[in-house]
Antibody
Framework: EVQLVQSGPEVKKPGEALKISCQAS????????IAWVRQMPGKGLEWVGL????????RYSPSFQGQVFISADTSINTAFLQWRSLKASDTAMYYC??????????????WGQGTMVTVSS | EIVLTQSPATVSVSPGERVTLSCRAS??????LAWYQQKPGQPPRLLIY???TRATGVPARFSGSGSGTEFTLTISSLQPEDFAVYYC??????????FGQGTKLEIK
């Protein structure tokens, strides 16, 4: 079964750009929907958006539309979450999560280990 | 957007006891609801999908039920490893859907 391995922790300044990654191993990324989830320190889970890399079908939760960009590079089996200009309020743990495209349900059963993003001046 | 409200926010229960967690939706939908467990420092783990189907490897003491606007997760006999935060997730509307705010299950 696929495993999702995320890139390491990041420390950035406000206004800087950032791209974090989620690499699939054990299967092809195009067999999965990949979602991104934000968890601010001490808080609950929030869906950022998701992508089906096979067709570059991308959808965003309303709160994140225009704030982040989700993409994928199928040649390296990797999905990305990126920001053009970070804010302190982007400080959070970001998880990627996967669901096989053939599943009949919309829940996510495969999770990356998380990437901690810290934005501070 | 469908809003999910979980209750209680925190519940304290003794090992071996039974507990039921609630998730109420702002709009009705059939059964496109999942439950996740999250322990400190770990990613979430899928427990239940389709409101009542256990994910692979999930013990039988976890059960889900409900439809419409009322859903529940029941843990029949709490084990020490079950103390965690539990989130419901609806995926009926606007993929990937929405999460509830979570219920923290504490040891009494």
């Amino acid at each position: 079964e696929v495993q999702l391995v995320q890139s390491g922790p990041e420390v950035k300044k406000p206004g800087e750009a950032l791209k974090i990654s989620c690499q699939a191993s054990g299967d092809t990324l195009t067999n999965y929907w990949i979602a991104w989830v934000r968890q601010m320190p001490g808080k609950g889970l929030e869906w950022v958006g998701l992508i089906y890399p096979g067709e570059s079908d991308t959808r965003y939760s309303p709160s994140f539309q225009g704030q982040v960009f989700i993409s994928a590079d199928t040649s390296i089996n990797t999905a990305f979450l990126q920001w053009r200009s970070l804010k302190a309020s982007d400080t959070a743990m970001y998880y990627c999560a996967g669901r096989n495209f053939g599943e009949s349900h919309g829940a996510f059963d495969i999770w990356g280990q998380g990437t901690m993003v810290t934005v501070s001046s | 957007e469908i809003v999910l409200t979980q209750s209680p926010a925190t519940v304290s229960v003794s090992p071996g006891e039974r507990v039921t967690l609630s998730c109420r939706a702002s709009q009705s939908f059939r059964s496109d609801l999942a439950w996740y467990q999250q322990k400190p420092g770990q990613p979430p783990r899928l427990l239940i999908y389709g409101a009542s189907t256990r994910a692979t490897g999930v013990p039988a003491r976890f059960s889900g039920s409900g439809s419409g606007t009322e859903f529940t997760l029941t843990i029949s006999s709490l084990q020490p490893e079950d103390f965690a935060v539990y989130y419901c997730h609806q995926y009926d509307n606007r993929p990937p859907g929405t999460f509830g705010q979570g219920t923290k299950l504490e040891i009494k």
